[in-house]
């Protein structure tokens, strides 16, 4: 099945600085890559995904770009902030579900003041 | 609140005990799963109903009897859990299938079996 690999585990960035999550996954017939972010004590929310046939897109300080032929997606956030804190977590769709994501196991984001 | 609904927030039941999670979501989305959430793993799909019907099981052990009467509601039956299964579980439902929609989640149940 689907691996989604997701670098670093844990990362922390001063306030303004600029944070970078990348992804890898395994199935290269995967179309659709979405991110989360997961607040403590909530459910992971959708920030921003990607569909196969885009290389970048952008909503406002995240981005996130695809590489099909490597096979990775990275998530970029820009003048981060210390609302930015949070676990961040990259997924894939799974083809031979139909339905179903696959997960990476997350990075646990601090931004400083 | 995100459209998914989940009660309960917080459970600690035995290993003998017989319990119910709950999901409810009002988003007209055709497609709903359970997760389970641990610490330093990925997200671990469970369940997957399309309009009410179970596409996928993924190699879940039969302690857990996941329930979906209809498409706004889907339960997480549990019984004779082990401690291993203390975890977050996680609702979530799209809209459409291939895994091209993304999720909405629900705030989860932490679950404790002692």
């Known amino acids: 099945g689907e691996n989604v690999e997701q670098h670093p585990s844990t990362l922390s960035v001063q306030e303004g600085d600029s944070a970078v999550i990348k992804c890898t996954y395994s199935?290269?017939?995967?179309?659709?890559f979405p991110w989360y972010k997961q607040e403590l004590g909530k459910g992971p929310q959708l920030i921003i995904d990607?569909?196969?046939?885009?290389g970048e897109k952008k909503d406002q300080r995240i981005a996130v770009t695809l590489n099909k032929t490597a096979k990775h997606f990275s998530l970029h956030i820009t003048e981060t902030q210390p609302e930015d804190s949070a676990v961040y977590f990259c997924?894939?769709?799974?083809?031979?579900?139909?339905?179903?994501?696959?997960f990476g196991k997350g990075t646990s984001l601090l931004v400083t003041p | 609140e995100t459209g998914v609904t989940q009660t309960p927030r917080h459970l600690v039941m035995g290993m003998t005990n017989k319990k119910s999670l709950k999901c409810e979501q009002h988003?007209?989305?055709?497609?709903m799963y359970w997760y389970k959430q641990s610490a330093k793993k990925p997200l671990e799909l469970m369940f997957v109903?399309?309009?009410?019907?179970?596409?996928e099981n993924n190699s879940v052990p039969s302690r857990f009897s996941p329930e979906c009467p209809n498409s706004s509601h889907l339960f997480l039956h549990l019984h004779t859990l082990q401690p291993e299964d203390s975890a977050l579980y996680l609702c979530?439902?799209?809209?459409?299938?291939?895994?091209?929609?993304?999720?909405?989640f629900g705030s989860g149940t932490r679950l404790t079996v002692v």
């Open positions: 997924a894939a769709s799974l083809t031979n579900s139909g339905y179903a994501l696959n």
């Open positions: 199935d290269s017939a995967s179309n659709y």
């Open positions: 988003l007209g989305h055709n497609a």
């Open positions: 979530a439902s799209s809209q459409g299938d291939r895994g091209s929609y993304g999720y909405t």
């Open positions: 109903y399309s309009l009410e019907e179970r596409v």
């Open positions: 990607i569909r196969s046939n885009v």
